[in-house]
């Protein structure tokens, strides 16, 4: 008798079910003609068809209040919708659910994430075999949000999603393959899986594929393969392919040199406020390329970028501001600007601090710290700061004076085409000093230094 009337009761749901279904279909399909009226009767309808649907236990319609709900920015209403239709098996609500939980933001809500109701709702959902919700779960353990951290697990709901078409379960695979996380590092595989969601449209994938064909990584080098995923990324707004494509055209790799392409797609990423392509766009008006030369202009660029933490425009920034370019000269600012780029690993920021102790401008005064920042430059292969500290051994300035150490950093720096350095090279030969004296020698390198000079010009 239980199950005959089990039986019924079903039938009766399914029935009001299609009842409901087949009535809004007859509602959408009429009064067709009227406008904005009749726009606002169809909602009121539809929203009466929902509740209606709701109060029968129809999943699809609890799904369909919260979908209705949310969009209202009714959270508390929408969340209990989503709540109801999820615990009876509803797919759409229990994805709903992950990312409301997992990304409030983007649904634009200002709260606060719930990464372990997200994993629970994720989860469900992948056990009706949702690539999306695979996906998503994989980026919960790849993040460690919601569950512990575990790029094997990651890997494992990447691969499900990824088998199943998943173009962005696809993408984030090949990075595991990339990075060498939760896989084996492999470049040919991580190729492999950029490659198969480039080929579906998604952006970061044609990215991260442009950009192995760029590297040589898991194919062979190619520019101009490089070239046709960034652009393809780059149309479809991705700001880092943007700006990569510009510097293809600026360097003229893949693409015939063209500085004023290079502006183009420099700007447009940084419509998108990409703090390297701010970096790049005021490099141009630094020094004119693609566009008239303007201090101001590349001024505001780098600055924009500085203020990002781009080390690269915090250092063109100090920069402006040490030679007084598109600012007012001033050397304390240099300094601040400086610090922060050398403090980030910038060679070319920590030799130019380096500078400004050595010369006491922006700063108190002080070989020592000179030599400190040369060295930390010198451990990237620069060589001006190999030539600085040349300098500083030959006149025992923040080091014991030494001849010897003098040469060799001299040299090193001159083998790296420092024209400054092979001048003292020669001069250190022609006087004997840390090296066995030659004239022959000596002539040598002040010829090669002439050469140098002529080739910077």
């Not at 080098?221 to 046709?228: M, P, T």
């Not at 915090?314 to 601040?336: M, P």
Request: charged content about 25%; some cysteine; overall charge positive.
């Amino acid at each position: 008798m239980n199950q005959t009337n089990k039986r019924l009761n079903g039938t009766f749901l399914v029935s009001v079910s299609l009842l409901i279904v087949f009535c809004f279909n007859v509602f959408c399909c009429s009064g067709c003609s009227n406008s904005e009226t009749n726009t606002e009767n169809k909602k009121e309808d539809y929203s009466w068809f929902l509740h209606i649907g709701a109060a029968f236990g129809n999943a699809w319609c609890m799904y369909g209040l919260g979908a209705t709900y949310l969009s209202e920015k009714r959270i508390g209403e929408a969340e209990y919708w989503f709540l109801q239709a999820a615990e009876r098996g509803s797919l759409e609500a229990q994805q709903a659910l992950g990312g409301f939980y997992f990304s409030p933001s983007a649904y634009g809500l200002n709260l606060e994430p719930r990464y372990p109701e997200a994993v629970k709702w994720f989860r469900k959902a992948t056990e009706q075999g949702n690539a999306d919700a695979q996906c998503a779960l994989g980026v919960c353990y790849h993040k460690g949000k919601g569950v512990e951290q575990s790029y094997t697990e990651a890997v494992k709901w990447f691969r499900k999603a990824a088998e199943q078409g998943d173009a962005a379960a696809q993408h984030n695979l090949g990075h595991c393959y990339y990075e060498g996380k939760g896989v084996e590092q492999s470049y040919a595989e991580a190729v492999k899986w950029f490659r198969k969601a480039a080929e579906q449209g998604h952006d970061w994938a044609q990215y991260n594929l442009g950009y192995c064909y760029y590297e040589g990584k898991g194919v062979k080098q190619s520019y101009a393969e490089a070239v046709k995923w960034f652009r393809k990324a780059a149309e479809q707004g991705n700001a880092d392919a943007q700006n990569k494509l510009g510097v293809c055209y600026y360097e003229g790799k893949g693409v015939k040199q063209s500085y004023t392409e290079a502006v183009k797609w420099y700007r447009k990423a940084t419509e998108q406020g990409h703090a390297s392509a701010q970096y790049n766009l005021g490099n141009c008006y630094y020094s004119g390329k693609g566009v008239e030369q303007f201090y101001t202009e590349a001024a505001k660029w780098f600055r924009k970028a500085a203020e990002q933490g781009d080390a690269d425009g915090q250092n063109k920034l100090g920069i402006c501001y040490y030679e007084g370019k598109g600012v007012e000269q001033s050397y304390t600012e240099a300094v601040k600007w400086y610090r922060k780029a050398a403090e980030q690993g910038n060679a070319d920021a920590q030799n130019k601090l380096g500078v400004c102790y050595y010369e006491g401008k922006g700063v108190k005064q002080s070989y020592t710290e000179a030599v400190k920042w040369f060295r930390k430059a010198i451990e990237q292969g620069n060589a001006w700061a190999q030539y600085n500290l040349g300098y500083c051994y030959g006149s025992g300035k923040g080091v014991k004076q030494s001849y010897t150490e003098a040469v060799k950093w001299y040299r090193k720096a001159a083998e790296l085409g420092n024209a400054n350095a092979m001048t003292e090279l020669a001069m250190c030969f022609e006087k004997g000093l840390g090296v066995a004296q030659s004239a022959d020698v000596a002539a040598a390198w002040r010829a090669m230094a002439e050469q140098a000079k002529a080739e910077e010009k």
